[in-house]
């Protein structure tokens, strides 16, 4: 197992995306932290069964004592982070059926700060928190979750997605000397998670269609950092 032995942070671990992408992590011997607003009873007892070591650390991402508070606690019981993986966000879920967000001329400021604040500023406050454990390690790789949404009421999500693929680009670049590695990655087109209807469950692929793409992210050399990576023929490529 490629990742055997290694610490793996998940944010927005609790179901969908990240859930599987924790499964994806224990199966080739991680050991695998979570994390969530909601509950991760569910998840850490199918990672403790899958017989890797896990933790669970209830935490908003865009509360930034929180999330340096979380990440300490991952340190504490694992020593280091190896991995980070930046999945927490507010989703549209248009394709499950759900209802349109508003467009923008319609929307309320809160709501357009509240996708930006989990999905932008989450991924920088996590991000912020884990480079300074990373750093003195001279090594890690961190991943963005990127794409999905479309169409009239998806501006805030796909700003949100626009601005972290800048991000990756940006940040990978001061964080070069330091050997750490942080891209860009899509899940692959749109999922249908165990939350969704069951009618969006019949029509749309489930999660295993992200494939290996999350546990090869965090193998890839330094030469791909700051990209966003595509899955091809079971290996990551560069699609940016």
Not at 22 to 47: C, P, Q, R, W, Y
Not at 97 to 125: C, Y
Not at 166 to 183: G, L, Q, S
Not at 186 to 197: C, D, L, Q
């Amino acid at each position: 197992m490629a990742l055997q032995g290694k610490v793996v942070l998940v944010t927005g671990g609790s179901r969908g995306i990240g859930r599987y992408i924790a499964h994806t992590f224990a199966k080739e011997g991680a050991n695998v932290a979570v994390a969530d607003i909601e509950s991760l009873d569910n998840v850490t007892n199918e990672l403790k069964a899958m017989e890797v070591e896990t933790l669970g650390v209830k935490a908003d991402v865009t509360n930034e004592k929180e999330v340096e508070a979380m990440v300490d606690q991952v340190v504490s019981r694992f020593g280091r982070i190896d991995v980070l993986v930046n999945d927490a966000a507010i989703v549209p879920h248009f394709a499950w059926g759900g209802p349109r967000w508003a467009a923008i001329r319609d929307m309320e400021k809160s709501f357009w700060d509240r996708v930006m604040g989990t999905n932008l500023g989450g991924t920088f406050l996590c991000t912020k928190h884990v480079l300074r454990k990373m750093g003195p390690n001279k090594a890690g790789h961190i991943l963005n979750l990127y794409g999905g949404g479309g169409g009239t009421g998806a501006a805030a999500y796909v700003v949100s997605k626009e601005a972290i693929k800048v991000f990756t680009r940006f940040v990978a670049e001061e964080e070069r000397e330091n050997n750490i590695c942080i891209v860009a990655l899509s899940p692959g087109g749109t999922i249908a998670t165990e939350n969704a209807p069951e009618e969006a469950r019949q029509r749309l692929p489930g999660p295993e269609l992200a494939g290996p793409r999350f546990v090869l992210g965090a193998q890839v050399g330094m030469d791909m950092s700051g990209h966003l990576l595509d899955l091809k023929d079971d290996k990551l490529v560069v699609a940016d």
